[in-house]
């Protein structure tokens, strides 16, 4: 039986079938994108990466509470096909929110294209509301400027397609509330695990890296430490002020 708040290295398929159904209140997924911009094109290739993806959406729809959210970060470049076998699952699309981001100059490289500064999230799911803050601002909208992490920012850049804290923040602060259990099969560098221990969600996720887990455990293990830091400094500051 698998356990919260714990990253299994597995497979996602084999991870979420050991999912009980309608157990989860949230799902954020940022699964591989194969390159985008390859002069030659595979078709076994691309067959089988949209069965593994119809598959994984496909379970979602299964452990996903009634009252629940989905957010899929997915490539602008396939946005049509994806729609597509959403419209298929039956799987209700709420929102596409853009992610853009000027931060990226080596997805600006290639001299025969644009230069790409955005990518898709997807919110789709059961749930009647969500859970915006009650003062509008950037986030009630479907266009979010962040920045992709760098080496010598404070969400310091550890894995080559991490995403930022400060998206993560959104999606789960919005997306679910204090208690809820968030499930990520395309953990990654833990993102998603972090930003659920510093909001008081729980989680649950997976990925096959071994690498790519010792940086997110790395990463939790570092926010568990900030988090105790940090109610010492507030427990003194109490005692300050009486």
Not at 69 to 83: D, G, L, P
Request: aromatic content about 12%; hydrophobic content about 35%.
């Amino acid at each position: 039986m698998l356990k919260i708040n714990e990253i299994y290295k597995m497979d996602c398929l084999d991870f979420l079938k050991e999912i009980n159904d309608k157990s989860i209140d949230l799902i954020f997924a940022d699964p591989f994108y194969y390159p985008e911009n390859q002069k030659t094109k595979n078709a076994f290739q691309d067959d089988a990466y949209w069965k593994i993806t119809e598959a994984w959406l496909k379970e979602f729809k299964r452990v996903i509470k009634p009252t629940g959210h989905i957010f899929v970060s997915f490539s602008s470049q396939k946005m049509a096909k994806f729609e597509f076998l959403l419209s298929e699952l039956q799987i209700p699309l709420k929102s596409r929110v853009v992610w853009h981001y000027r931060n990226a100059g080596g997805r600006c490289a290639d001299k025969g294209q644009f230069g790409k500064t955005y990518e898709m999230v997807y919110h789709f799911g059961y749930g009647d509301t969500l859970n915006f803050p009650e003062q509008w601002g950037e986030e009630r909208f479907d266009v979010w400027t962040i920045a992709i992490p760098q080496s010598n920012f404070k969400d310091k850049k550890e894995h080559p397609f991490q995403k930022p804290k400060e998206l993560l923040n959104r999606i789960i602060s919005i997306g679910s509330r204090e208690g809820d259990l968030v499930l990520d099969c395309f953990m990654g560098s833990g993102t998603t695990a972090v930003v659920c221990k510093e909001l008081g969600r729980d989680y649950i996720g997976c990925d096959t890296d071994e690498e790519t887990l010792k940086i997110a455990n790395n990463r939790i293990s570092n926010t568990q430490k900030q988090s105790q830091i940090q109610f010492v400094k507030d427990k003194l500051n109490e005692k300050e002020s009486k």
